[in-house]
């Protein structure tokens, strides 16, 4: 059984929503631009790294302390360090958090060769020693997991998931692909299913949860508790709102282009902004619209016009000519099949 309880959801009778950790996207700002149009259940932080020099991340902090979205934050680490997880998730328990999380599926390869991140799949032994210690660390708050359901197989799966049951972690996080599938390929809801059924603890269904009607059927195919949403709500930061609605059984209130256009103007907005060169501030913005665009036209056309714009003003422009000009245009529902590499 679980040791504590997780922070109350937003509608107590509603599976819960998360927006997933994303580094470099989920910082304070984003936290309340997603607030604005309809907060998750739970926020995650980007990763703190923790290392034996590792000091608390000023800017990944504030998405904690300085947060007046409402919604309850789950401080992400990542290393494999035992001393220093252990300090580290101490620290982190003096601030308002909802809890700490250890992140256990990053694959990057820089990350994963430390036999950090999505590294520990490959070491059962070592999940269960960090894990065992972590908890004793943080008995007073949720300890929680995000992870992936393997390395290169899912050989170790089923024994990570009683490791998360020995040591009483409070909320599983998992996406349902291993490390080496990256952001590709299916995404393995059959495994999900298997971790409900296996782990005390709610489960979050990770992957590809890009609407709200993925969201019904993703929540029936695995009896998950809730679902985590990343890249997705880059895409459509109503989702969180329309998932509820779905799961109200209510019809889902569609997006103007108009609408669209302002979240562009907050992502804009963004204090890191006004801090970097045209160039990069123009490349920052094209990582929003990458998602963004997957549901303005089913074309593809404005994907393909906004990569190749190089200026801020040329940039604007194009979103104003695609945006703003049918009045009655809305965003889709869920993206259309584009390629977004
Ligand atoms: C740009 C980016 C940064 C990410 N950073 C993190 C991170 O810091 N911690 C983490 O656990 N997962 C991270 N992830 C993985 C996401 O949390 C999520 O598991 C993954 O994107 C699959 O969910 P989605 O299909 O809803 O996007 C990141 C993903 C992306 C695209």
């Not at 059927?217 to 997705?232: N, Y």
């Amino acid at each position: 059984m679980s040791q504590v309880s997780l922070p109350p959801l937003l509608q107590s009778d509603l599976p819960f929503t998360a927006l997933a950790p994303m580094q470099d996207v989920t910082n304070l700002w984003f936290m309340k631009v997603i607030a604005h149009y309809g907060s998750p259940d739970y926020f995650f932080t980007e990763y703190f790294r923790v290392n034996d020099t590792s000091r608390l991340n000023r800017n990944i902090l504030a998405a904690i302390t300085e947060n007046d979205t409402g919604r309850p934050v789950f401080a992400q680490m990542i290393g494999e360090s035992i001393p220093d997880l252990v300090r580290t998730a101490k620290e982190l328990c003096k601030y308002n958090i909802a809890g700490v999380d250890l992140n256990m599926g990053c694959p990057a390869p820089r990350i994963y060769r430390k036999n950090v991140g999505g590294g520990l799949l490959r070491e059962p032994e070592k999940v269960d020693q960090i894990l065992g210690e972590l908890r004793a660390a943080v008995n007073d708050k949720p300890l929680t997991v995000k992870m992936r359901v393997g390395f290169e197989n899912t050989d170790n799966f089923y024994e990570i998931l009683d490791i998360i049951n020995r040591h009483s972690i409070d909320l599983l996080s998992l996406h349902g692909r291993t490390v080496k599938d990256m952001y590709h390929g299916e995404v393995k809801y059959d495994l999900i299913a298997e971790a409900v059924r296996r782990v005390d603890c709610p489960v979050l269904a990770n992957g590809n949860i890009n609407s709200a009607k993925t969201a019904l059927e993703v929540l029936s195919q695995t009896g998950a508790a809730g679902v985590m949403v990343g890249r997705w709500a880059i895409g459509n930061p109503w989702l969180f709102n329309q998932i509820r609605q779905a799961l109200r059984g209510e019809e889902i209130t569609p997006v103007l282009l108009v609408e669209v256009r302002k979240y562009i103007d907050r992502l804009w907005q963004t204090p890191i902004v006004s801090t970097i060169p045209e160039r990069a501030r123009v490349g920052y913005l094209k990582m929003f619209l990458n998602y963004i665009a997957l549901s303005v036209d089913a074309e593809g056309h404005f994907l393909r016009l906004m990569r190749r714009v190089q200026t801020e003003v040329e940039l604007f422009d194009l979103c104003d000519r695609i945006l703003l000009t049918e009045a009655t245009k809305t965003l889709a529902l869920e993206p259309f099949l584009l390629s977004v590499r």
